[in-house]
């Protein structure tokens, strides 16, 4: 089975703060993603990478950076928390077919 | 560009009854389809997805879809739900002529009632 691992499921942190979401998968997958879920607005992009070093913008990359410097993880930094990221955080993994498979999430909650 | 909508965002359905979420798609491009699940405090699953080929997809747990192109549409169905199908089911699209980027609809949250 493929496993995806959010290194949290819950975090608190204040504003200001730089935070680091980590997600590793054990797939070798080449893409991973990371999604801010919000109710009423589904899954949005925030980053992804399709290789090592190699990142792209989604939707909502504001506030936002990516690192990818092995295969398997992907981390989202927040460089100075604010409280309209407070949110739940999903990290995805897919190989070259089109489905993604999904870590468990973080919910973040920035005070 | 492509989008996604959900027609519903809670369906109330009792247990044992059959149950339709509806999602119509926009896409200028050929696209595959998918149907995911999010069972509470967890991240999303695969239901079912469509690649190519037959337009009726069954999925885990007794789940299908019907892809019909004409109406850009790709319906979830369940002939009796169970008290276990609480969750919210996100309908999803993504270009088969390439690109990374999958696009999901806002969700909607099935209910299902004793």
């Known amino acids: 089975d493929v496993k995806v691992t959010q290194s949290s499921r819950y975090l608190v942190k204040r504003t200001g703060e730089k935070v680091f979401l980590e997600c590793v998968q054990d797939m070798d997958h080449e893409n991973m993603f990371w999604y801010r879920q919000d109710p009423g607005l589904g899954l949005r992009l925030i980053y992804f990478?399709?290789?090592?070093?190699?990142?792209e913008k989604g939707d909502i990359p504001e506030g936002y950076s990516v690192s990818r410097e092995k295969k398997e993880r992907f981390s989202l930094i927040l460089e100075s928390a604010s409280t309209n990221q407070t949110s739940m955080y999903l990290c995805?993994?897919?190989?070259?077919?089109?489905?993604?498979?999904f870590g468990q999430g973080t919910r973040l909650t920035v005070v | 560009a492509q989008s996604v909508t959900q027609l519903d965002s809670q369906v109330p359905v009792f247990e044992e009854a059959p149950v339709e979420l509806r999602c119509n798609y926009s896409?200028?491009?050929?696209?595959?389809l998918f149907w995911y699940v999010q069972y509470p405090n967890q991240g999303l699953q695969l239901l079912l997805k469509y690649l190519s080929g037959s337009t009726l997809v069954k999925g885990i747990n007794g789940f299908e879809a019907e892809f019909n192109k004409s109406q850009t549409s790709f319906h979830l169905r369940k002939p009796s739900v169970h008290i276990s199908d609480t969750a919210e089911y996100f309908c999803a699209v993504k270009s088969n002529t390439g690109g990374f980027k999958t696009i999901f609809g806002a969700g909607t949250r099935l209910f299902v009632k004793a």
């Open positions: 896409s200028s491009v050929s696209v595959y």
């Open positions: 990478s399709y290789d090592v070093k190699m990142k």
């Open positions: 995805a993994s897919s190989p070259v077919e089109p489905e993604a498979f």
